[in-house]
């Protein structure tokens, strides 16, 4: 069975910087494209970034100069690294993996941004 877990939501002051992990139960390669997403009280969930198998990246204007997604194949696991947070980052986040048209959701982690 596929599972997504993610791992390093928190609280952190503006200006701070978070990793989160996405750890993958599967081989990474049979990953087709990996997402970030982000869902805020009240808010329509947005796609933060994306990173495919050929390594492309591509980023929500909202984020892009400050986030950082990246794959580390040995350990099954993708990143999503935060720099220069701001309070309109807080949010669930949630990495997602599609695999051939099938796709999978880990369960979310906080990310708290104080002002």
């Known amino acids: 069975q596929v599972q997504l877990v993610e791992s390093g939501g928190g609280l952190v002051q503006s200006g701070g910087s978070l990793r989160l992990s996405c750890a993958f139960s599967?081989?990474?390669?049979?990953?087709?494209?990996m997402d970030w997403y982000r869902q805020a009280p009240g808010r329509q969930r947005e796609l933060v970034a994306t990173?495919?198998?050929?390594?492309?990246?591509h980023y929500a204007d909202s984020v892009k100069g400050r986030f950082t997604t990246s794959r580390d194949d040995a350990k099954n696991t993708v990143y999503l690294q935060m720099n220069n947070l701001k309070p309109e980052d807080t949010a669930v986040y949630y990495c997602?993996?599609?695999?051939?048209?099938?796709?999978?959701w880990g369960q979310g982690t906080q990310v708290t941004v104080s002002s």
């Open positions: 599967g081989s990474i390669f049979s990953i087709n494209v």
């Open positions: 990173i495919t198998s050929g390594g492309s990246v």
């Open positions: 997602a993996a599609q695999i051939r048209l099938t796709w999978y």
